[in-house]
């Protein structure tokens, strides 16, 4: 799952389906938090990016 507060700067996260691919420009100002403390996720959900209906994994 690609949370946006463990997304690194020059990290490359790509949709398994589709092969579309990002790459980490600016980091959240929260990153290195937990999912439970960054500020920029709401009561109902997280900070997680998707494609095609599917979250984004870091390609190695």
């Known amino acids: 799952m690609a949370n946006c507060q463990e ?29 439970d403390t960054c500020t920029c996720a709401t009561s109902e959900s997280h900070c997680t990016l998707s494609c095609c209906g599917k979250d984004l994994v870091k390609k190695t």
């Open 7 to 35: 997304m690194k700067n020059g990290d490359i996260y790509k949709c398994e389906d589709c092969g579309m691919e990002i790459q980490v420009i600016k980091e959240c100002k929260d990153f290195g938090t937990s999912a």
